[in-house]
């Protein structure tokens, strides 16, 4: 039998916890932007299946614009990420912590 | 269903399984990897075997940009900040407080919704309608220049945007530092 719908979302409901695991348990700034980019990816694995076994394009040019989205978030974020290890000559969210004290 | 035709079904589930496997294996191999650079290479492998899913999905498009945005240009991004950052290992695994609560939180949401799913049975699929990869090439265009003119060049104005936000945040600092 070809994969089921079910099978591709719960695919895509497991690489999101993954990737949200990953967001909480890891410290450097990097790790997490990337375990973020994944849970992205996941929502649109999920997006494209229902697309498809709706028989419907409406999904596809909405993950079309996510990804563009995606690349200019990318570039983005990893300039914030430079700028912040500029000014504080680390990436571990554990000692990124001036509004805490 | 030009490629499930020549395949057949049982192919196309072996596939699935495959791509499925070495997709969470290499999201949780990034996840627990010590070393940045080691974790970039396995979100490289998740993302190819995505873009195979999408194959077997027959988004051949987004399946070519996938892996032309995210693996060629993303994640050679990510690598070239890793080393421009040399950054070392080295971190703590406890998860505790908020971090535990969390967790827990949406440990719980996707398990309620997955049980739904399995309660409820199976989710209402219509038998997919396939289209050649030309026709759907045709489709894609149309609708953008169509129904999504609108959201197309919004999304144009958003990348000049970024651009010039991320010259900003780079010129910034490069004058602070020559101040200091």
Not at chain 1, 37 to 63: C, I, K, P, Q, R
Not at chain 2, 20 to 45: P, T
Not at chain 2, 114 to 140: D, F, Q, W
Not at chain 2, 158 to 172: C, E, F, N, P, T
């Amino acid at each position: 039998m070809t994969p089921s719908l079910e099978a591709y979302v719960m695919l895509s409901a497991a690489l999101f916890a993954v990737g949200f695991l990953g967001v909480l348990v890891r410290k450097n700034t990097l790790v997490i932007y990337m375990c973020l980019e994944l849970m992205l990816v996941a929502a649109t694995l999920a997006l494209v299946a229902f697309s498809h076994f709706n028989g419907t394009l409406d999904g596809d040019v909405f993950v079309f614009f996510i990804l563009t989205v995606a690349a200019a978030e990318v570039a983005v974020g990893l300039a914030i990420i430079v700028a912040l290890f500029r000014a504080r000559k680390t990436v571990r969210v554990d000692q990124l912590d001036s509004l805490k004290h | 269903m030009p490629a499930g035709a020549t395949r057949g079904p049982k192919m196309e589930q072996i596939a699935f399984t495959c791509l499925s496997v070495l997709a969470l294996a290499s999201a949780f191999g990034m996840v627990l990897s010590k070393n940045a650079v080691n974790g970039a290479m396995c979100l490289l492998l998740c993302l190819a075997a995505v873009a195979g899913l999408f194959v077997q999905l027959h988004a051949y498009l987004l399946a070519f940009v996938l892996v032309l945005v995210y693996a060629g240009a993303v994640v050679a991004l990510f690598l070239f900040i890793i080393m421009l950052l040399d950054m070392q290992g080295g971190q703590t695994w406890r998860l505790r407080g908020l971090d535990l609560f969390a967790a827990a939180v949406v440990a719980a949401l996707l398990i309620t919704g997955l049980n739904l799913l399995a309660i409820r049975g199976r989710l209402e699929s219509a038998p997919a309608t396939g289209h050649s990869v030309g026709s759907s090439l045709k489709l894609y265009s149309y609708q953008l220049f169509t129904t999504y003119l609108l959201p197309v060049q919004v999304m144009g104005f958003l990348l000049l945007i970024a651009m010039l936000g991320v010259i900003v945040l780079s010129r910034r600092n490069e004058r602070q530092e020559d101040s200091k």
